[in-house]
């Protein structure tokens, strides 16, 4: 079965970080991109990051940019997102998703994650 | 960045209605253009690719179409399982962006 999984989410203070990660499986992982999506409680979804699959190319939100590191590790099939500085803004559920088209531009994003839950709250 | 802004913002209907809504882009997107289904605490699941391609498993009575700046998901008949809230997705160009969201809701 295609699968991603996420994990590392939890509460964190305003200020601090926190690493999330998102396992995949069933799909040779190498091959695709990858991002992350973040929904805010009760709020729509916010695209924030995504990488090739040889970590080439790599994209962020603009508001994103300088706090938030998006790298993958294709040996271990893993997706990471490094967050710094986090804000109570930064409160969601973040999902990672697959692009599925492995060659030419990405159209949509087909297998997504559970997602994992970050609380930035003091 | 580009815009999407989805209309109506939420909507009640019938089983076995027919639904419609819209996705306006703030600049040309061509066909790059998908549409998610999301259910309350659940991932959302791809319905729709470049505008008008159904993505394997999903029925038929989903239907988009539209090109450049307006684009339109439609759900004929409309099922229990339907009502949900769809979400139209940009990737003509970065950062990729989402439509504000739609709620369907049972009348």
């Known amino acids: 079965e295609v699968q991603l999984v996420e994990s590392g989410g939890g509460l964190v203070k305003p200020g601090g970080s926190l690493r999330l990660s998102c396992a995949g499986s069933?799909?040779?992982?190498?091959?695709?991109?990858l991002n992350w999506v973040r929904q805010a409680p009760g709020k729509g979804l916010e695209w924030v990051s995504s990488?090739?699959?040889?970590?080439?190319?790599?994209n962020y939100a603009d508001s994103l940019k300088g706090r938030f590191t998006i790298s993958r590790d294709n040996a271990k099939n893993s997706l990471y997102l490094e967050m710094i500085g986090l804000r109570d803004e930064d409160t969601a559920v973040y999902f990672c998703?697959?692009?599925?088209?492995?060659?030419?531009?990405?159209?949509?994003?087909?297998?997504w994650g559970q997602g994992t839950m970050v609380t930035v709250s003091s | 960045d580009i815009q999407l802004t989805q209309s109506p913002s939420s909507v009640s209907a019938s089983v076995g209605d027919r639904v419609t809504i819209t996705c306006r882009a703030s600049?040309?997107?061509?066909?790059?253009l998908a549409w998610y289904q999301q259910k309350p605490g659940k991932a959302p699941k791809l319905l729709m690719y470049?505008?008008?391609n159904l993505q394997s498993g999903v029925p038929s009575r989903f239907s988009g179409s539209g090109s450049g700046t307006e684009f339109t998901l439609t759900v004929n008949s409309l099922q229990p399982e339907d009502f949900a809230t769809y979400y139209c997705?940009?990737?003509?160009?970065?950062?990729?962006?989402f439509g504000q969201g739609t709620k369907l809701e049972m009348k």
């Open positions: 998703a697959r692009d599925p088209r492995v060659f030419g531009f990405t159209e949509a994003f087909d297998i």
């Open positions: 600049q040309g997107i061509s066909t790059w």
């Open positions: 470049s505008v008008s």
């Open positions: 997705q940009q990737t003509n160009s970065f950062p990729y962006t």
């Open positions: 990488i090739s699959g040889n970590s080439r190319f790599i």
């Open positions: 069933g799909f040779t992982f190498s091959r695709y991109t």
